[in-house]
């Protein structure tokens, strides 16, 4: 089948990495064309809002997917009434907006950190006085990687971060004391079909992923499994078809569900050289109407994003358990470009990877 992939990146250069030895071509339909999916398929670029070139883009393809949730609604919309697109509009809409989403979790009887929404400076002070503060501070749209986002330790400082984030739609949320930042993923596909992954272990520089350990350690039954049946519902809810990644807080042994992805996602990449059916493959699978393969880790992985620029890196390409993923990109500060994955690793290559990857 020729799958149509919006976005043009990263993402879409490993889901077209892992769906061509299925058989399938890929086409790309971005706004601005990426280096990273050149030779992997054709890229129509175009504006989002160009009906025309979304209308002509489906047409030519069997089915389409995304691979970043801040594809335009009516876009998504335009391109349903010629060809089947996964994962479903609905989909796109609750993690397009934190409040939505947060509200859509918390219906399904998900725990998430405790929130309020504030449209005014003076509705943001209400929300951090009924919240206790520290809070965090989130745009309800287009926040990623940190951004569009605040931390309030003081009532005096209310003023300056509603002008920081211009003014616009904000979540408020109380800041949660975790022990540690986790993320599920799952893939379901066409018949209903779940296959859930390893939980991963995520930590952050400067708001950016920096290494994700996967399978997570320490994970108790029960943790794992409250972990499985929050992603279980919301794929169930959506009647989603493809990957999804919904970020977790593990506090005082329990899970909270901070924020939902409707795409593969950052965390899971280590699955590319880990399990038998990546993120990526079974993502395809989905969408393409394959069966889904196989989730069970080989090898204990510890993955490091590469971000800004690229590190020498003749000592990790010496180790046979490193896998190197570059992307393709031009380097440029906070970019990511490129990942690596070590597996069943010592004490001292992770120390090694982790010296090379954490300075940008
Ligand atoms: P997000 O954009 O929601 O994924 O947030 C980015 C990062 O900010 C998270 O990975 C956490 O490290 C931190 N963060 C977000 N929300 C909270 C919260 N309510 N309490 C504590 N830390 C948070």
Redesign the pocket.
């Known amino acids: 089948m020729r799958v149509g992939i919006l976005g043009s990146g990263q993402l879409g250069r490993m889901l077209a990495l892992a769906g061509h030895p299925l058989g399938h071509s890929f086409s790309f339909y971005d706004s601005s064309a990426s280096s990273a999916t050149v030779g992997l398929g054709e890229c129509t670029v175009a504006s989002f809002e160009d009906i025309e070139a979304l209308k002509r883009f489906a047409g030519q393809c069997d089915v389409i997917t995304y691979e970043f949730e801040n594809v335009p609604c009516a876009a998504a919309e335009t391109l349903s009434s010629i060809r089947p697109v996964f994962p479903p509009a609905r989909a796109l809409e609750v993690s397009q907006d ?1 409040l939505v989403e947060k509200e859509f979790l918390q219906g399904l009887g998900i725990g998430t ?1 405790r ?1 309020r929404s504030a449209s005014s400076e003076s509705e943001l002070r209400e929300a951090c006085e009924a919240l206790g503060l ?3 501070v ?1 745009t309800r749209r287009f ?7 605040a ?1 309030i330790d003081d009532l005096a400082d209310v003023a300056r971060v509603w002008k920081l984030l211009n003014g616009a739609p904000l979540l408020v ?6 022990s540690r ?1 986790l993320s599920v993923i799952a893939t379901r596909e066409q018949g209903g079909q779940v296959c859930l992954y390893p939980l991963s272990q ?1 930590e ?1 520089i400067e ?1 950016i992923l920096h290494r994700s350990e996967l399978p997570a350690p320490d994970v108790t039954p029960k943790l794992k499994k409250a972990a499985y049946q929050l992603i279980s519902s919301v794929l169930e809810e959506l009647q989603y078809v493809g990957t999804l990644a919904i ?1 977790l ?1 593990e506090v005082r042994g329990e899970v909270l569900a ?2 939902m992805a409707p795409r593969v996602h950052n965390s899971g990449h280590a699955t590319i050289d880990c399990v038998a059916s990546s993120q990526f493959e079974n993502h395809i699978r989905a969408v393409t109407g394959m069966p889904l393969g196989s989730t069970e880790p080989t090898a204990r992985a510890v993955m490091f994003n590469i971000i800004g620029r690229i590190p020498a890196l003749d000592q990790v390409r010496d180790l046979p358990n490193a896998r190197v993923h570059l992307y393709g990109k031009e380097p440029r500060p906070g970019r990511k470009l490129g990942h690596i994955t070590l597996l069943n690793p010592s004490k001292a290559e992770e120390d090694m990877v982790n010296g090379l990857t954490s300075e940008r």
């Open positions: 934190r950190p929130f520290p809070c965090i989130k926040g990623y990687d940190g951004k569009g986002q931390r949320e109380g800041f949660v004391p975790f930042e995520n952050h708001g970020e807080f901070n924020e």
